[in-house]
Nanobody
Framework: QVQLVESGGGLVQAGGSLRLSCAAS????????MGWFRQAPGKEREFVAA????????YYGDSVKGRFTISRDNAKNTVYLQMNSLEPEDTAVYSC????????????????WGQGTQVTVSS
């Protein structure tokens, strides 16, 4: 079992930066691939970023490439999402997720989800 809790969301101006954290509890955190997804009102959930067990492989959604960076610290059981050059279109609820697959880029491959944290980017 894995429990995930996101933090770091809030209100930020366009062009600004924000760092999200996802704290995991449960055994063998390092055995899980981790990902970030987001969902805006009235829209489907969208893939944002993913990172493999060891952190050696990362993937990003087209809309955030070059602006967001995913990382993990297995010693702290935490995954991060550094968000730079934020745009109003980035406004959404951001959720982290864990998969027992090495790394995954679709929501269907994830089995554990956090409650989500709101990110609002003002124009």
């Amino acid at each position: 079992q894995v429990q995930l809790v996101e933090s770091g969301g809030g209100l930020v101006q366009a062009g600004g930066s924000l760092r999200l954290s996802c704290a995991a509890s449960g055994r063998t955190f390092s055995s899980y691939g981790m990902g970030w997804f987001r969902q805006a009102p009235g829209k489907e959930r969208e893939f944002v970023a993913a990172i493999s067990w060891s952190g050696g492989s990362t993937y990003y959604g087209d809309s955030v490439k070059g602006r967001f960076t995913i990382s993990r610290d297995n010693a702290k059981n935490t995954v991060y999402l550094q968000m730079n050059s934020l745009e109003p279109e980035d406004t959404a609820v951001y959720s982290c997720a864990a998969t027992q697959t090495y790394v995954a880029v679709t929501q269907y491959e994830y089995t554990y989800w956090g409650q989500g944290t709101q990110v609002t980017v003002s124009s």
